[in-house]
């Protein structure tokens, strides 16, 4: 790392935050754009990576005046545990349902944590499951059974 950047950490997620938010006025570029008024395609997305990539760029100035920690080595075992229980949410939800997709992905990703701990893990999952039934089900209304066929529902 180049002794000018003081912050590795505020520097490398100026790096994602910029890369992120001009991808997404890239991929946006191919919709209609509107107006304020009358938003198009574009419109949100636009407005949301321009913004991403502001803050980002913020962090990375911040990264050049500010002190800080350096970065710890990466744990490839957790990062791979989380994208697994990602995965699994998406195989899980049409077959198994809603609830328990949501509860092995919040329970999955959790145990990734140096903090792990049972309880809060399983109290965490309930609510989650819980909060997605209300809002996505009952609220919006999204066709996503709570429980799957493979579960008899």
């Known amino acids: 790392m180049p002794s000018f950047i003081k912050h590795p950490k505020d520097f490398w997620t100026g790096v994602l935050y910029v890369i992120i938010g001009l991808a997404a006025v890239s991929i946006a570029r191919d919709y209609p754009m509107g107006t304020a008024l009358k938003m198009g ?22 990264s050049l005046v500010r002190a800080g920690e350096k970065i710890a080595p990466f744990v490839w075992s957790k990062v791979i545990l989380v994208l697994v229980s990602t995965l699994l ?39 989650l499951t819980l909060f997605c039934a209300l809002v996505f089900v009952y609220a919006l209304g999204l066709p996503l059974p709570l429980f799957g066929p493979w579960l008899g529902g």
């Open 41 to 62: 395609p574009a419109y949100f997305p636009t407005v949301l990576g321009g913004l991403l990539t502001l803050i980002g760029l913020a962090a990375l100035v911040r």
């Open 89 to 127: 949410f998406g195989v899980l939800i049409r077959g198994a349902g809603l609830v328990p997709a949501t509860a092995v992905l919040v329970l999955a990703s959790a145990y990734a944590s140096v903090h792990f701990r049972w309880f809060p893990s399983i109290a965490l999952a309930a609510g």
